[in-house]
């Protein structure tokens, strides 16, 4: 299975500034991969750079063992805020990327009705962003990247403006779909219930300029839900994990 | 799917606002309480003569002259001049509408060019700003001596006038809406795949639009305005031009009569034109 994303030694300054600080770190093909930091550490701009969208001041990213540079459908980036175009029905939302890299009309709606269904919003083709709940707009964002099949996910707080109960419902959908289609999936986030229920494996920021303090598996297995909350090893992970992230 | 998600899914389709709508539609018909009352009133003083007719002339006549305007026959002749009215409204309105047509799409046509290049290009607008700006001072009257000279007494000078007039709403709306275009749905477009000449068609257009048409709609509104300029300027034909006739020979009921063709056409084209672009820019509706 492809889609292996490593960054290697990345740097990135903005003038004197530097935010990056020789990040190294390593995407396995298929697993989700949870970056936690302290906010402000720039955790925004390693997606960013590894997005493609700001070229890196030094080191490289490399998808399964090959230089990648500038923004495309192979890293699809989910930010806070969503991608959907407000001016977009939904159906055109999802349809955007595979109509953009030219694939036929059936194709592309076999795809965005596949897609439509796996994020519930069946009834909603015909909706503009606008009239749809802050949750669904961000399952409808990730759908949007979902559509071009990338090999990697990158996804920048794409619950961070929910509420709490619907950030959950949020996560449990996110862990089904992401078994029924296995997507490399590179999640910043500062919240460490969220990194612990989404990870497979953990990977903790300094503060800026952010440099990769420690990488961790996350032992509590696939087909997770909310009930893992309630394990003593969950919670006393949490608590730990908590802390280094306070102290980094 | 989820029974989870089925209930947002529910909440949302709730949030339809229907009462609301219906409400809507009653304060619409609000809006033609105060025009009747006026009428009646302006009915009232020109009915006991408060007023002489020749200030103001009572609705019912000029009503008849409206008809006459647009329906009459046009062998009888009651103006005297080169300016023809009963029966000439069709020639009048059609020879108004060409002009403000014909300066309304050279502006829109310029606006867009110049405002694109506003909009994109950082140089662009470090070279043209301040003297757009100083251009756009200008008031439209201040043209009005240059263009009789340059273009002469009547057609010419009315469209070059229009021109100018309609010109800034479309050349300060595009500059405006296409150098706000977030940066974010360009990059979201590029992620997933949009080729670099399609940015255009897909993002920078659509999310300007309705900004651009706003823009659209003042300018409309401002050629509308400016016809009337060019045509007192001494064209013999349209609706400006037979108002400037009844004026000088003193039929205070078809200056009127002018006026209130000149409301209803404004009105139509707006909302002709919103109804036109409604499709593109429902999106934005608050």
Request: hydrophobic residues 50%; aromatic residues 6%; neutral net charge.
């Amino acid at each position: 299975m492809s889609g292996t994303l490593v960054a290697r030694g990345l740097g990135k300054a903005f003038g004197d500034l530097v935010v990056l600080d020789g990040i190294d770190l390593e995407a396995q093909a298929g697993q989700v991969l949870a970056v936690l930091g302290p906010s402000g550490c720039g955790k925004s701009t390693l997606l960013r750079v590894l997005a493609g969208f700001e070229p890196p001041t030094s080191g490289e990213v490399l998808l399964d063992g090959r230089p990648v540079s500038g923004p495309s459908p192979q890293r699809g980036m989910v930010a806070q805020a969503g991608g959907l175009f407000p001016w977009l029905p939904l159906r055109d939302n999802l349809a955007f990327g595979p109509a953009a890299s030219g694939r036929p009309a059936a194709e592309v709606r076999e795809v965005v009705d596949e897609l439509l269904s796996a994020t519930g919003l069946d009834g909603f083709a015909d909706a503009l962003p606008k009239q749809l709940s802050g949750g669904m707009r961000q399952r409808a964002s990730i759908a949007q990247v979902l559509a071009n099949r990338p090999p990697v996910l990158l996804l920048d707080e794409p619950f961070g403006a929910l509420d709490a109960q619907t950030r959950l419902r949020m996560h449990e959908w996110l862990l089904e779909l992401l078994a029924e289609r296995p997507t490399t999936t590179l999640l910043v986030t500062h919240d460490v219930e969220e990194a612990l229920l989404l990870g497979d494996r953990l990977c903790l920021l300094s503060n800026r300029p952010a440099t990769v303090v420690d990488t961790q598996p996350v032992p509590f297995g696939t087909g997770r839900g909310r009930a893992v909350l309630a394990d003593p090893a969950f919670v006393r992970m949490k608590a730990a994990v908590l802390e280094r992230v306070l102290t980094a | 799917m989820s029974a989870a998600l089925l209930e947002d899914a529910v909440v949302a389709a709730q949030g339809d606002g229907r009462p609301a709508r219906r409400a809507t539609r009653w304060r619409r018909l609000l809006g033609f309480v105060v025009p009747l009352v006026l009428l009646g009133l302006w009915q009232v003083v020109a009915e006991v003569e408060l007023l002489s007719p020749r200030l103001l002339p009572p609705p019912s006549v000029v009503a008849e002259q409206l008809w006459e305007f647009f329906f009459g026959d046009t062998g009888t002749l009651t103006l005297a001049g080169v300016v023809p009215f009963t029966g000439a409204g069709g020639d009048h309105l059609l020879s108004s509408l060409r002009r403000a047509g014909i300066g309304w799409l050279l502006a829109v046509g310029v606006g867009t060019l110049v405002g694109l290049m506003l909009g994109l290009s950082a140089l662009a607008r470090d070279l043209l700003d301040p003297v757009l700006n100083a251009l756009r001072a200008v008031p439209i009257f201040a043209w009005l001596p240059l263009a009789l000279v340059w273009f002469g007494i009547g057609e010419g000078a009315a469209r070059a006038l229009i021109f100018i007039g309609a010109l800034w709403p479309v050349l300060v709306a595009v500059g405006d809406a296409t150098s706000r275009v977030p940066r974010s749905y360009v990059e979201t477009a590029q992620m997933l795949g949009t080729p670099r000449r399609w940015l255009w068609r897909k993002v920078y257009l659509p999310s300007a639009l309705p900004e651009v048409v706003t823009g659209l709609r003042l300018s409309l509104t401002l050629a509308w305005t400016v016809v009337i300029v060019g045509e007192l300027s001494g064209t013999t034909s349209g609706v400006g031009a037979m108002m400037n006739a009844a004026r000088e020979s003193g039929r205070t009921d078809q200056v009127v009569v002018g006026i209130l063709v000149f409301a209803a056409v404004g009105l139509v084209a707006d909302v002709l034109l919103r109804l036109a672009t409604r499709r593109w820019v429902r999106w934005a509706d608050a």
